[in-house]
C-alpha cells in the first residue's frame, strides 16, 4: 500500500502574488529592470508572456536523504533577478508559489495545474524550485496542456549531475524522471529524456542500467568542458530532430561547487557555466522550448548569493531569448 496516498496531510496552497522590489535608478526605458516589469499574473492575460511559478518544496530532497532548504529557493530567486537590467521592455507575470509541506504528490499535482494554465493561456512558465521534485509537477502540467491535442513529441532536457530515475515506492527528489516515463507509458505517450552533465561517481552501475533501458541519452560532466562544445551542440541538435515540443529543467548541481556553492548536493567536478549557456541558448532559439524549470538551489548554503545570481542570470538569458513554439495560439 502507497503510504504516501493514505496519510492525511496538509493540502498544498499557492500564495498570492508577492510585489517584486529592487533597485531603482530612475522611470524612463533606459533605467527597466525586472521588479518594473513583473505584475501579478491572471488567467486572461493577454498569451506571449513568461509566468513566473514558484514551488517551495524540499519535501523531495528531505525523502532522498539531501540536506533540506531548498524551498527558500523560489524566493531566493526571484530576489537575485528583482533588480538584473533588462535591455528593453518584456512582458512577465507572478503566478504566485506552490507550499509543499510533506503531501509531495498534492503540490506536484497543484504545480501540473497552474503550469497547464499558464501554457494553455500561450504563455512561456517558468518555474522556480524548489528540489527536483519539482519535474514532475512542470511534467505533468506540460502533459495536460492543450499543446499536446495532436499528441507531440515531448522532448525532456536536464541539465544534471544526476539521472533521477530511481524507482523507490516513495517518491522524492531522486525519483522524478522515472515517474515520467511511468506516467507517460501508462497514457500511451512517450518522452525523449537526454541529460548534459551526469556525474559518474554520484550515480550507481544500477542507474546507468536503468538509463541505457529506457533510452535516456547522456553526456557526462568531464566531457562537458569548454573544450567540448561542437560534441555538445551536436547532443543537443540530435535531441531537438527527436522532440516536437521542449521541457528544458535546470538542476543547479549540474554547476561546480565553486560557482553554485548553496544546492543540496554540491558536484566535486561539474560542468563549467559557458557549456550550460550554450546548452540553453541552442533550446531557446529553437522555437520548440514550452516550459523551463529551475531546481535545487538551497539558500542556506549558498555564499554571497553565488549560487542565486548565477541561476538568476541563467533564467534572465533564456527569457529574453526565447521564441514561442509555432504550436502556441
Given at each position: 500500500?502507497?503510504?504516501?496516498?493514505?496519510?492525511?496531510?496538509?493540502?498544498?496552497?499557492?500564495?498570492?502574488?508577492?510585489?517584486?522590489?529592487?533597485?531603482?535608478?530612475?522611470?524612463?526605458?533606459?533605467?527597466?529592470?525586472?521588479?518594473?516589469?513583473?505584475?501579478?499574473?491572471?488567467?486572461?492575460?493577454?498569451?506571449?508572456?513568461?509566468?513566473?511559478?514558484?514551488?517551495?518544496?524540499?519535501?523531495?530532497?528531505?525523502?532522498?536523504?539531501?540536506?533540506?532548504?531548498?524551498?527558500?529557493?523560489?524566493?531566493?530567486?526571484?530576489?537575485?533577478?528583482?533588480?538584473?537590467?533588462?535591455?528593453?521592455?518584456?512582458?512577465?507575470?507572478?503566478?504566485?508559489?506552490?507550499?509543499?509541506?510533506?503531501?509531495?504528490?498534492?503540490?506536484?499535482?497543484?504545480?501540473?495545474?497552474?503550469?497547464?494554465?499558464?501554457?494553455?493561456?500561450?504563455?512561456?512558465?517558468?518555474?522556480?524550485?524548489?528540489?527536483?521534485?519539482?519535474?514532475?509537477?512542470?511534467?505533468?502540467?506540460?502533459?495536460?496542456?492543450?499543446?499536446?491535442?495532436?499528441?507531440?513529441?515531448?522532448?525532456?532536457?536536464?541539465?544534471?549531475?544526476?539521472?533521477?530515475?530511481?524507482?523507490?515506492?516513495?517518491?522524492?527528489?531522486?525519483?522524478?524522471?522515472?515517474?515520467?516515463?511511468?506516467?507517460?507509458?501508462?497514457?500511451?505517450?512517450?518522452?525523449?529524456?537526454?541529460?548534459?552533465?551526469?556525474?559518474?561517481?554520484?550515480?550507481?552501475?544500477?542507474?546507468?542500467?536503468?538509463?541505457?533501458?529506457?533510452?535516456?541519452?547522456?553526456?557526462?560532466?568531464?566531457?562537458?568542458?569548454?573544450?567540448?562544445?561542437?560534441?555538445?551542440?551536436?547532443?543537443?541538435?540530435?535531441?531537438?530532430?527527436?522532440?516536437?515540443?521542449?521541457?528544458l529543467t535546470?538542476?543547479?548541481?549540474?554547476?561546480?561547487?565553486?560557482?553554485?556553492?548553496?544546492?543540496?548536493?554540491?558536484?566535486?567536478?561539474?560542468?563549467?557555466?559557458?557549456?550550460?549557456?550554450?546548452?540553453?541558448d541552442v533550446?531557446?532559439?529553437?522555437?520548440?522550448?514550452?516550459?523551463?524549470?529551475?531546481?535545487?538551489?538551497?539558500?542556506?548554503?549558498?555564499?554571497?548569493?553565488?549560487?542565486?545570481?548565477?541561476?538568476?542570470?541563467?533564467?534572465?538569458?533564456?527569457?529574453?531569448?526565447?521564441?514561442?513554439?509555432?504550436?502556441?495560439p
Open positions: 500500500m502507497n503510504t504516501e496516498e493514505t496519510i492525511v496531510r496538509p493540502v498544498p496552497v499557492t500564495t498570492a502574488y508577492e510585489p517584486w522590489t529592487g533597485r531603482d535608478d530612475g522611470s524612463g526605458v533606459e533605467h527597466l529592470r525586472w521588479h518594473h516589469v513583473v505584475e501579478p499574473y491572471a488567467a486572461q492575460s493577454d498569451p506571449g508572456a513568461c509566468v513566473f511559478i514558484g514551488f517551495a518544496s524540499d519535501e523531495g530532497v528531505h525523502r532522498n536523504k539531501g540536506r533540506r532548504g531548498a524551498a527558500a529557493g523560489p524566493r531566493a530567486l526571484r530576489q537575485a533577478l528583482s533588480s538584473m537590467a533588462l535591455a528593453g521592455p518584456i512582458r512577465a507575470f507572478d503566478a504566485g508559489t506552490v507550499l509543499v509541506a510533506d503531501d509531495l504528490a498534492a503540490g506536484q499535482r497543484q504545480l501540473g495545474s497552474v503550469v497547464c494554465e499558464a501554457l494553455d493561456a500561450g504563455h512561456f512558465p517558468v518555474v522556480l524550485g524548489g528540489g527536483h521534485e519539482v519535474a514532475f509537477g512542470t511534467y505533468l502540467g506540460l502533459a495536460d496542456s492543450a499543446l499536446l491535442s495532436t499528441r507531440p513529441h515531448i522532448g525532456i532536457l536536464n541539465l544534471d549531475a544526476h539521472f533521477d530515475l530511481r524507482s523507490d515506492q516513495v517518491p522524492s527528489s531522486g525519483t522524478p524522471f522515472r515517474q515520467i516515463f511511468d506516467a507517460a507509458d501508462a497514457a500511451g505517450t512517450s518522452v525523449e529524456y537526454a541529460v548534459v552533465g551526469i556525474s559518474q561517481p554520484s550515480n550507481t552501475a544500477a542507474l546507468f542500467d536503468t538509463a541505457d533501458h529506457l533510452g535516456v541519452r547522456y553526456l557526462v560532466d568531464d566531457k562537458c568542458g569548454v573544450g567540448n562544445h561542437t560534441a555538445i551542440l551536436d547532443f543537443v541538435q540530435d535531441f531537438l530532430a527527436r522532440a516536437d515540443l521542449v521541457y535546470i538542476d543547479l548541481d549540474v554547476l561546480p561547487a565553486a560557482v553554485a556553492p548553496g544546492v543540496s548536493a554540491p558536484a566535486a567536478f561539474g560542468v563549467p557555466l559557458e557549456s550550460v549557456q550554450l546548452v540553453t533550446l531557446t532559439a529553437s522555437g520548440k522550448l514550452a516550459v523551463c524549470d529551475v531546481a535545487e538551489l538551497n539558500p542556506e548554503f549558498d555564499i554571497d548569493n553565488r549560487t542565486a545570481r548565477t541561476a538568476a542570470r541563467l533564467i534572465h538569458r533564456i527569457i529574453t531569448r526565447h521564441s514561442r513554439p509555432p504550436q502556441f
